[in-house]
């Protein structure tokens, strides 16, 4: 299992980002945590490196994410 | 909480921290403002030597803006990224408000008055071990102040400047080429060059302001060729023609290879040298004067320099020198040669500044707009307060030294001394007199108290934990520190006085093409901060009132005598007076006497409130007017020069011919070998001033380039193992240090070399550098010395 | 202040904590030149840029765009702007909106801008491929430079995040400093009257790198066809460092 720390950046327009997070907190994958004005910590579970990363960019895909910034990665009990 | 939880959790804790500071880093950008009602003044920028004018917007006491000003010749109205945020200087949020004493180890608030007692003491108790350490960030007033109160009154001729690490060699060389220091040329050589030769000299990112006069020539469809002579790829590496990468003290071989080939193709200039030169050669031990040579001798040294030898030497390629040379060659084209540090720093830096002069005067590029040997300096006032007002262990203001009986007299008499006051033995450059300060007394050690004004030495000095580091551990040692912010020198000191600094006191500096400028304070310094010229004269008040002899003049008067318009003494040693009369402009007009003797005339300080800064010499019209100088020593523009087209009227060989020397290449004292493998370059940074003490509280400028790094070659770093960004161990045979290397940065290191900035007080990397200097300046080589590196945790 | 210091320390801590084979510090990706220009979403970029090892990061091609995909560019909008689109009626509100959004990349009013993209750090700068005449790629605008052209565009223009790689970057300094507020509004001499400029013209030569058609909504003229400005917008001598001299004071 592969934990990642992301800071995603939202969208200032409020309909869009009420949107993405809306999307964001429904998604079992992912913990959301409280945003500090448009940053967004969330905490990202996978089952591999590669499923980790393709879950960012999923994630930067998401209509109101500006970005995603990984801030760190545990590949502590990648399989 | 399991294992998965608990990384999660530590996930979220990290990711939160993240975002916040993402999010609040916006904010320490997007200050609070304030609206219209702005009063603009004129001033130079605090940081470099180039001398840009800013214009200062202030508004309730406070700066709140700053522009270009589009009068000063120098920038046009430009400015670089530090003169645009130079107003943020003053308001980092740990100024120092309050003086302070160690007191059991830790910094206590005194007073004023203790503190000046404090100081009174320690000169009383040991005049000889008193020692002024400055700066070439002084103002000429400071530093004028600091000299007389040395040289008049202490008497022992210990003072010097870090200015003695910076520009010292630059000095030697203009002294022993010309017999006067300080550039013949100006910046106006930069709009008329065809070609601009910098010689180990980066000013894309160093002198931006004169960089882009000089591209931004190509813009407006003019032709101008660049080449690069550099150790490392730079900034300013990709807006050159071409650029030639040479061996670390390749320099020497490289100017020699150029005289050769101009004597071997017969391109050099012979009626030029016929007439205006003379051939030198050194002595030994040196001396600034060396001894004749004739033109035969001096082709028959170079002859060894062949094309195949200097590439052996310093690596450039035989088309490369050859290419020079057919530039030097070419009678058509004007030539600026510019250097700072890359020839300055360097143990044979006076050499390869006779070099540099040697190659212009020998191919006659010497003398027209355009065609100049420039060097640059990288503090506001080295040239206006150091080498001029001369504050240095040998010099008198005006260029005069101590060590000749004719000149102590002259200045004997401006300051109204009995006769034989000037001490006539110097006192120790800034590497001896640091020694001294880290020796113990019974080993020789015999200064014991230093007085730091505008600088920060224990970040600057070279080889730092053999030259600051014991002065803090050895009983006795007392330092005293004037600075702005709490700099690691000053929380090393055991006494530190808060100044005042830029725009919140008066001040005159003087910039590199020996313009000397003035401004006025605008607007109050914080607490109890203080004018660093206040604190000077008011020690000097101390002392006379403890009855030092130095400190009056022969008709018993205060040697910093201040008179206000009806003639009546201010007591300018109180605070509350000090600016009831412009003390700024009586030290002006009674250094300016001092300005005659070598031809450097003043104007008086009535014009420099007008002007954007003037050249000197500044000299006198018929119509009472005042008109600076451009080129010296040309006929066509300085009035001194009245005999020939270019006369050097201060000429060494009193012929008023200059000389060309010819120095050989040898070997630098230390180079890489199985051990220390690497050469070590250390320099600055565009957005940082010299060791980032007032830079670094700039958020701007912080955020921009917020630590230092260790700059690679990726082959070196692949063959260490090392990646971008891992912390790394550098390590020399004097000190070793911690830091991230950066690869693909700023610049390009060739393989076997590494760059340090040196802007970050907390990458200390004077730890690793050497204290070998120079044999004429005593300055020190910062650009090259062996080290390793390795992974941290790697044996 | 002191809290954010606080929080730099926790992200030490927790990234200590949880430290086996991170990325240290927050990467700074070209993804930060999305800027709302027109208030619109931006469209995101189709990959994130991913985390890497120590290991894996030797090598690569780290170059301010290498995390740019190449499809993205394919969104390019072509021609040139309308210049005669209707432009949305604008309130005090949004005007004091934009020039919050403006001020944030300002140390003060009249302090060129910082980049808030990443840059070649070394290379000639290539900012007058976009900033020349302006570009709008896939809801980012790059604005047209305000001043006539310049090459050495890195002197005064500096990046906004840490230009390094895989380091953890020092807090911020602390600063009092409070900058000039940009102004408000120019005076007009009678309800209808053309506003005068309330801001100096120098460097700021070209209107419409903030009131062109790519403006930010809150200042855009609302006629971006007439090209012609100081026709009608008087600009300010003493704000262009121009006043005049007294006479008869000079020697």
């Given at each position: 299992m592969v934990v990642s720390a992301l800071v995603l950046?939202?969208?200032?327009?409020?309909?869009?980002?009420a949107r993405?997070?809306?999307?964001?907190?429904?998604?079992?994958?992912?913990?959301?945590?409280?945003?500090?004005?448009?940053?967004?910590?969330?905490?990202?579970?996978?089952?591999?490196?590669?499923?980790?990363?393709?879950?960012?960019?999923?994630?930067?895909?998401?209509?109101?994410?500006?970005?995603?910034?990984?801030?760190?990665?545990?590949?502590?009990?990648?399989? | 909480m399991d294992r998965r939880e608990f990384l999660k959790a530590t996930a979220m804790a990290t990711a939160v921290a993240a975002a916040a500071r993402l999010a609040l880093q916006d904010d320490a950008v997007a200050q609070p403002r304030v609206d219209g009602g702005v009063t603009w003044d004129k001033a130079p920028c605090r940081f470099c030597g180039t001398g840009c004018h800013v214009q200062v917007g202030v508004k309730?006491?406070?700066?709140?803006?700053?522009?270009?000003?589009?009068?000063?010749?120098?920038?046009?109205g430009l400015l670089c990224v530090k003169g645009y945020h130079v107003g943020l200087a003053l308001y980092g949020k740990d100024r120092l408000t309050r003086p302070l004493l160690r007191k059991n180890g830790k910094l206590e608030p005194i007073t004023w008055d203790q503190a000046l007692d404090v100081i009174a003491d320690r000169v009383m108790a040991n005049p000889a071990g008193f020692a002024v350490y400055g700066s070439g960030q002084w103002t000429i007033p400071e530093g004028y102040a600091a000299q007389k109160l040395i040289k008049a009154g202490i008497g022992n001729n210990q003072i010097d400047p870090n200015a003695r690490l910076c520009m010292a060699s630059a000095v030697t060389g203009y002294l022993s080429t010309y017999g006067v220091d300080e550039p013949a040329g100006c910046y106006d050589d930069l709009d008329r060059c065809d070609v601009l030769l910098m010689w180990g000299n980066n000013p894309a990112e160093m002198h931006p302001v004169l960089f882009s006069r000089v591209i931004d020539r190509r813009s407006r469809g003019e032709q101008v060729t660049l080449i690069d002579l550099t150790t490392r790829r730079t900034r300013t590496s990709g807006f050159c023609d071409r650029t030639m990468l040479f061996k670390p003290h390749g320099d020497l071989a490289i100017a020699n290879g150029i005289a050769h080939l101009l004597l071997e193709r017969g391109t050099w200039d012979q009626a030029f040298v016929d007439k205006y030169c003379n051939f030198r050669k050194r002595t030994a031990p040196p001396t600034l004067d060396g001894q004749a040579m004739t033109a035969d001798e001096y082709r028959r040294e170079l002859a060894a320099y062949t094309p195949a030898r200097v590439e052996e030497l310093s690596g450039v390629s035989p088309a490369d020198l050859s290419y020079l040379a057919d530039l030097f060659g070419d009678r058509k084209l004007r030539i600026t040669s510019l250097w700072c540090m890359g020839m300055n720093q360097h143990t044979r830096g006076t050499a390869i500044n006779d070099l540099v002069h040697g190659v212009h005067l020998l191919s006659g590029h010497f003398g027209k707009p355009g065609d100049a040997p420039t060097s640059l300096t990288g503090q506001p006032s080295a040239c206006g307060t150091v080498r001029e007002v001369g504050t240095l262990a040998h010099a008198l203001p005006g260029g005069l030294v101590v060590a000749k009986d004719d000149h102590r007299k002259e200045a004997e008499a401006i300051w109204n001394l009995p006769p034989g006051r000037i001490n006539a033995k110097p006192g120790y450059h800034t590497v001896e007199m640091w020694r001294r300060f880290s020796t113990a007394k019974d080993q020789g050690g015999d200064i014991d108290t230093i007085w730091v004004q505008v600088t920060n030495p224990a970040r600057s000095l070279p080889n730092i934990n053999k030259l600051f580091e014991p002065s803090r551990k050895i009983p006795g040692k007392f330092l005293i520190v004037s600075d702005v912010y709490p700099t690691a020198t000053a929380m090393a000191a055991d006494l530190v006085l808060p100044?005042?600094?830029?725009?919140?006191?008066?001040?005159?500096?003087?910039?590199?093409?020996?313009?000397?400028?003035q401004w006025f304070r605008m607007v109050p310094p914080p607490g109890e901060a203080r004018d660093d010229c206040w604190q000077t004269i008011a020690v000097a008040r101390r002392l006379h009132d403890r009855g030092h002899a130095g400190m009056k003049d022969k008709d018993g008067r205060f040697l910093f005598q201040v008179v206000d318009q009806a003639g009546a003494v201010v007591p300018v040693w109180d605070w509350r007076r000090y600016y009831d009369v412009n003390v700024d402009e009586q030290l002006f007009e009674e250094y300016r006497r001092f300005s005659r003797f070598k031809h450097k005339d003043l104007a008086p300080y009535g014009e420099y409130v007008k002007a954007r800064g003037l050249r000197w010499p500044v000299v006198e019209q018929p119509d009472g007017s005042w008109r600076e100088t451009r080129f010296r020593f040309a006929k066509f523009d300085d009035p001194y020069a009245t005999k020939a087209e270019l006369q050097f009227y201060h000429s060494v060989t009193k012929d008023d011919r200059a000389l060309i020397w010819f120095h050989p290449w040898e070997a630098p004292p230390e180079v890489p070998d199985r051990d220390y493998p690497l050469w070590l370059c250390t320099g600055r940074v565009l957005e940082h001033w010299h060791t980032g003490t007032m830079t670094m509280r700039i958020p701007q400028l912080q955020r921009a380039m917020p630590q230092a790094y260790c700059e690679m070659n990726r082959d070196d770093a692949r063959a260490l193992g090392v990646a971008d960004g891992e912390v790394v161990v550098l390590e020399s045979r004097r000190g070793k240090l911690e830091l991230p290397v950066w690869l693909g940065g700023r610049g390009e290191p060739p393989a076997g070399t590494v760059f340090v900035p040196f802007f970050d007080e907390s990458i200390a990397i004077n730890v690793a550098t050497l204290e070998d200097h120079d044999p004429l300046s005593k300055q020190p080589d910062y650009k090259k010395c062996a080290v390793r590196?390795?992974?941290?945790?790697?044996a | 202040m002191s809290d954010r210091r606080g929080l730099e320390i926790g992200v030490v801590v927790a990234v200590a904590v949880a430290a086996v084979g991170l990325v240290s510090g927050?990467?700074?990706?070209?993804?930060?030149?999305?800027?709302?220009?027109?208030?619109?979403?931006?469209?995101?970029?189709?990959r994130a840029v991913e985390a890497r090892s120590y290991r894996d990061m030797r090598g690569r091609a780290y170059g301010p765009n290498a995390g740019l995909p190449s499809e993205w560019w394919k969104t390019l909008r072509?021609?040139?702007?309308?210049?005669?689109?209707?432009?949305?009626?604008q309130t005090p509100v949004d005007r004091s909106a934009a020039l919050t959004r403006r001020a944030a990349r300002r140390a003060y009013d009249g302090a060129p801008p910082m980049v808030?993209?990443?840059?070649?750090?070394?290379?000639?700068?290539?900012?007058?491929?976009?900033?020349?005449?302006?570009?709008?790629?896939?809801?980012?605008?790059?604005?047209?430079?305000?001043?006539?052209?310049?090459?050495?565009?890195?002197?005064?223009?500096?990046?906004?995040?840490?230009?390094?790689?895989?380091?953890?970057?020092?807090?911020?300094p602390d600063s009092t400093f409070v900058g000039l507020s940009a102004p408000q509004d120019g005076a007009r001499a009678w309800n209808g009257a053309p506003p005068t400029i309330p801001h100096t013209t120098w460097m700021r030569e070209r209107c419409d790198s903030c009131h062109g058609t790519g403006g930010l909504h809150g200042v855009r003229s609302t006629h971006p066809w007439r090209q012609s400005c100081t026709q009608c917008h008087a600009p300010s001598a003493a704000l262009d460092q121009r006043a005049p001299v007294a006479l008869g004071t000079a020697p």
């Open positions: 950046t939202l969208t200032s327009v409020p309909a869009l980002r993405a997070l809306a999307v964001l907190v429904a998604d079992p994958r992912l913990v959301v945590g409280e945003a500090i004005r448009d940053r967004l910590p969330v905490v990202a579970e996978a089952a591999s490196a590669g499923e980790g990363a393709a879950l960012c960019d999923a994630l930067a895909e998401h209509e109101g994410v500006v970005r995603v910034d990984v801030v760190a990665i545990d590949f502590g009990e990648e399989a | 309730g006491g406070r700066v709140v803006a700053i522009a270009g000003d589009q009068k000063a010749e120098v920038n046009k100044s005042a600094m830029w725009v919140e006191k008066n001040g005159m500096v003087g910039n590199s093409e020996r313009r000397t400028q590196v390795r992974r941290k945790g790697a | 927050v990467e700074s990706s070209s993804r930060e030149v999305i800027s709302e220009v027109d208030g619109r979403a931006p469209v995101a970029p189709p072509g021609g040139d702007p309308d210049l005669f689109a209707a432009v949305a009626p808030p993209h990443a840059v070649d750090q070394l290379a000639v700068p290539a900012c007058l491929a976009c900033h020349l005449d302006g570009v709008r790629v896939a809801g980012i605008g790059a604005p047209v430079m305000s001043h006539p052209p310049q090459t050495s565009c890195l002197q005064c223009h500096v990046v906004m995040n840490d230009p390094r790689r895989g380091v953890v970057t020092p807090p911020l």
